[in-house]
Structures are given as structure tokens and as C-alpha cells.
């Protein structure tokens, strides 16, 4: 189920950026991608499971990071 919406915004968030980077665009997806991810790490966290709630964190800090160097 993870992967059925993690993988293919995955590739969209690599298509954009290295593509195509424009960058309304690329913030946005950035930007949702970012949103899916602190999604994960919040139920992670409730489920009590570290690496389901660390490696989903530190995901979005990236995308975060990539949209704001880019507004």
C-alpha cells in the first residue's frame, strides 16, 4: 500500500526537478511530496514504528529544503 503512492510521486518529484525545472512547478511538487511524506511520519509516529516515522521525516525535510531554496 506504502508504495502503491510513495513510488510514482518518487518519480514525479525527479522527473520535475530534473527535467524540467520549472520552478512553480517543482516547488508544488516539492511541496506535495513533502505534504505525502510528513503524512507517513505522522503515522509512524502513531503506530509507534521509528523507522516509519524517521526515514518519512527526513524525506520531507529534503523536498522542503529543495522547494524553499527554490522560492
Not at 30 to 44: F, K, P, R, S, Y
Request: charged share 5%; proline share 7%.
Amino acid at each position: 500500500m506504502y508504495a502503491a503512492r510513495s513510488v510514482p510521486l518518487g518519480v514525479l518529484v525527479a522527473v520535475v526537478v530534473w527535467m524540467t525545472p520549472l520552478q512553480p512547478l517543482t516547488s508544488l511538487v516539492l511541496i506535495a511530496a513533502a505534504t505525502a511524506q510528513l503524512g507517513d511520519a505522522l503515522i509512524g509516529a502513531v503506530h509507534r514504528i521509528p523507522g516509519m516515522a524517521v526515514f518519512p521525516l527526513i524525506a520531507a525535510v529534503c523536498h522542503l529544503v529543495g522547494a524553499a531554496y527554490l522560492m
